[in-house]
Each structure stands twice: as C-alpha cells, then as structure tokens.
Nanobody, 125 residues
C-alpha cells in the first residue's frame, strides 16, 4: 500500500514563501508521476502542479505559474512544492498525489491513484 505524507504547511504573510514536502513509501517512487492539488474552503479540489517520474517535465496551473516550482528527489522518495510570492487566495489544504502507472503526467484528479492527507497553508493579507 502506498503512503503519502505531506509536511511544511503553515501560516505566512502575503508575499512570503513556503516549501511543502511529500514523502512516499510502499511503491517504487521513481516510476510514478506526482502531482500537487489544493482545496480551499467551499471550493472543489483543483490542480496545482505535476511532475514526471524523471523530473524532466512539469506542468502548472495558470494561477501559480511563475510563483510555484515542483521538484522531486527520487533518492529520498520525496516531491516538493516551493511556493513563493504567496497570496491570500493560495490559502487551502494542499495534497500530493501519486499516479500508479509509468506513463503520463496528468493534471486532473482522475489521473492519480493515491493521495496524502494534506497540509494546511494559510496566507494572511
């Protein structure tokens, strides 16, 4: 069974930065595409960023492009989300997700098979 554990969330002022981590266990991490999603209060979960199994390909939602960077360290079975220039509208629970097939870097919820519990990010104005 795959386990994903996020960390690094917290409270930050607008314009600040946070780095989220997602540690994976139970499967060959380096064979899996990974994604980050977020869910704000009263809203549906939405795509934030995704990265291929090698790390060579990344995708971003338009709302975070240029501010967020997704990366991974396959030796540590960890994927990261560096978030800069944070805005109050970035406030949400951020969750990482793992795709249980070798090919593909989906940007939709359906493309992922395992999910972490999430970590809260709150950006104050």
């Amino acid at each position: 069974q795959v386990q994903l554990v996020e960390s690094g969330g917290g409270l930050v002022q607008a314009g600040g930065s946070l780095r989220l981590s997602c540690a994976a266990s139970g499967r060959s991490f380096s064979s899996s595409g990974m994604g980050w999603f977020r869910q704000a209060p009263g809203k549906e979960r939405e795509f934030v960023a995704a990265i291929s199994r090698s790390g060579g390909t990344q995708f971003y939602a338009d709302s975070v492009k240029g501010r967020f960077t997704i990366s991974r360290n396959n030796a540590k079975n960890t994927v990261y989300l560096q978030m800069n220039s944070l805005k109050p509208e970035d406030t949400a629970i951020y969750s990482c997700a793992l795709r249980n097939t070798i090919v593909g870097v989906p940007t939709t919820l359906r493309g992922y098979d395992f999910w972490g519990q999430g970590t809260q990010v709150t950006v104050s104005s």
